[in-house]
């Protein structure tokens, strides 16, 4: 359901404009007025990185059933969630997409489903959270520790379901499925847990046939919000935030991988990190836009 919602948010605008231009509507062009609001926001809303707060979005569309024009509405923080329209009269459907599915994990649903508009009384079109419970425990099992906060990028130290730990030792808070399998001498393979975001890839490390059991994680991805690295370093992140020269938390990079220039869409830019000493990297992709931070690679004694 999850994955369906955020699909259905990404191709919102290739299915309007499939249902043609001509049955889209402008916010102003009735005499009806009415309020369009996202309400009863979490609490732990609040606890967000601001860049996810700033980032995060409510689509709204409301479909007059007679004329079957469609009218777009963008709720954000930039608005305070809280936009004012003037439709034609008459009753209309309502629907909502949240954004950013994966990196905040708050669904929205409409709290009435068929509005109406009529002259001279302003109609309440109210958006409501999906799953705050849900939501509110999640981010209280990601809040970073104590402990992770100050430790070095380089520890291998993660936090995982409030739990501090070695990126070796994930591999017990994950559902993989072929954890049964058996590797040949040196062999690598990658496994998943696709309701976390979280990829592992393991080798064995010896000569022989082993199980998974006792093969090395040697690489760890991520890209959901499940898992805090060195300093609440998170998904979501504003990219200076992580990666300037003065103010960033991990600091200048080692070199920068991918499009220079954030904003063209034209490629996917990544930071990386190299420890001469361990030869432990992390790479820090950003999205296509440059705005935030989408995926964080920690792969394990890689010297280059």
């Not at 999640?138 to 104590?146: F, K, R």
């Not at 990666?243 to 996917?268: A, I, K, N, V």
Request: proline share 4%; with cysteine; net charge negative.
């Amino acid at each position: 359901m999850k994955k369906l919602r955020t699909c259905l948010f990404l191709l919102f605008p290739l299915l309007l404009c499939l249902a043609g231009c001509g049955k889209q509507g402008k916010l102003d062009e009735g005499d009806c007025p009415g309020v369009i609001t996202f309400s009863n926001i979490p609490k732990e809303f609040s606890l967000l990185d601001e860049n996810l707060q700033k980032e995060y979005q409510v689509r709204v569309t409301l479909k007059n059933l007679t004329t079957e024009k469609k009218y777009d509405v963008t709720l954000s923080q930039k608005n305070d969630f809280k936009k004012t329209v003037s439709l034609h009269p008459g009753k209309y459907s309502v629907s909502a997409y949240a954004s950013l599915d994966s990196l905040v994990h708050l669904q929205v649903k409409a709290a009435e489903e068929i509005v109406t508009f009529d002259r001279g009384v302003e109609a309440n079109v109210v958006v409501i959270p999906e799953n705050s419970e849900e939501f509110s425990n999640y981010w209280m099992q990601t809040h970073p520790q104590a402990e992770i906060l100050t430790a070095d990028k380089f520890s291998r130290l993660i936090q995982v379901n409030r739990k501090i730990m070695t990126i070796k030792d994930i591999v017990t808070e994950l559902d993989l499925s072929d954890m049964d399998k058996v590797l040949e001498g040196s062999q690598k393979t990658t496994l998943s847990d696709n309701e976390r975001g979280v990829s592992i890839t393991l080798q064995n490390p010896m000569s022989t046939p082993q199980p998974l059991s006792k093969c090395n994680v040697i690489s760890l991805s991520v890209t959901k919000n499940t898992v805090v690295f060195p300093d609440g370093v998170t998904l979501g992140l504003a990219p200076d935030k992580v990666c300037h020269r003065q103010t960033g938390l991990y600091g200048e990079p080692t070199r920068f991988e991918g499009m220079y220039l954030f904003g063209w869409g034209l490629d996917e830019t990544k930071a990386v990190y190299l420890d001469p000493i361990s030869g432990d990297r992390i790479s820090i992709e950003f999205s296509a836009d440059g705005d935030s931070v989408k995926r964080i690679t920690y792969d394990l004694e890689v010297f280059e």
